[in-house]
């Protein structure tokens, strides 16, 4: 199922990779949407993508540096990556220094933005539906609800998990794709690969290797039958 979902997890999860200079362009707009509700940053990433992507995707198909850097601009800001990345070490953050999961989390971010970048290159406008929200905020827990439609005219479920940080901004820190957490389902891999060769190890290959360092990942898991 995954394959299918390229634009969906493209959108979702390949927004996150920590780059000073796409940072020191997005931070005046974190600032600006400081007062922005879970609902109003995801159609304002939805605006983003249709006028900075679908627009300008010829410019984009052969220049994956300045997609990654428009697709950090747009996203980075709205998500929480040190605290996605604690949880998807898991119990791993436990015993890992601090250092180590600053060095995973830009490792594994980076591995993950370059992998699915190019899948935004199929999105076009409309692609995304921001469903109405129900429910009562919850600073430690709200959900933005949305639906992606695919090329082949099907329609995914995409849930952005928010909680609100210290300092009062809404940020997204799980994406729940047709009912599947990208936090646990990466997670579970994380830990395997951890076992098997240890947390600098992990974090030397995706910092080299990049995304190739992630689908080995994958497929190592699948051989041993995770789903």
């Known amino acids: 199922m995954l394959r299918h979902l390229a634009i969906a997890t493209a959108i979702a999860l390949g927004s996150v990779v920590i780059a000073a200079p796409a940072f020191a362009q997005a931070s005046s707009s974190a600032q600006a949407s400081n007062a922005a509700t879970p609902q109003d940053v995801v159609a304002q990433i939805t605006h983003d993508l249709d006028t900075q992507i679908a627009d300008h995707k010829a410019e984009l198909q052969n220049n994956k540096p300045k997609l990654v850097a428009l697709i950090n601009q747009i996203f980075l800001p709205h998500f929480d990556t040190d ?5 998807v070490l898991g119990m791993n953050a436990r015993t890992a220094s601090p250092e180590q999961r600053s060095r995973f989390a830009k490792a594994f971010y980076n591995s993950l933005t370059n992998r699915y970048a190019e899948g935004l290159l199929s999105y076009t406008k409309g692609t995304v539906k921001v469903l109405p929200f129900t ?15 695919t090329s082949d005219n099907k329609t995914i479920s995409v849930n952005y998990v928010f909680h609100k940080t210290g300092d009062g901004q809404w940020k997204a820190y799980d994406v729940i794709i047709e009912g599947i957490s990208y936090i646990t389902n990466y997670r579970n891999q994380v830990d395997a690969q951890i076992k098997k060769e240890g947390l600098d190890k992990l974090t030397q290959d995706l910092e080299t290797q990049g995304d190739q360092a992630l689908k080995a990942m994958e497929q190592d898991n699948k051989a041993n039958g995770a789903k």
């Open 135 to 149: 429910g009562d905020l919850n600073d430690k827990y709200t959900v933005v609800r949305t639906q992606v439609s």
């Open 83 to 87: 605290w996605a990345s604690i949880l």
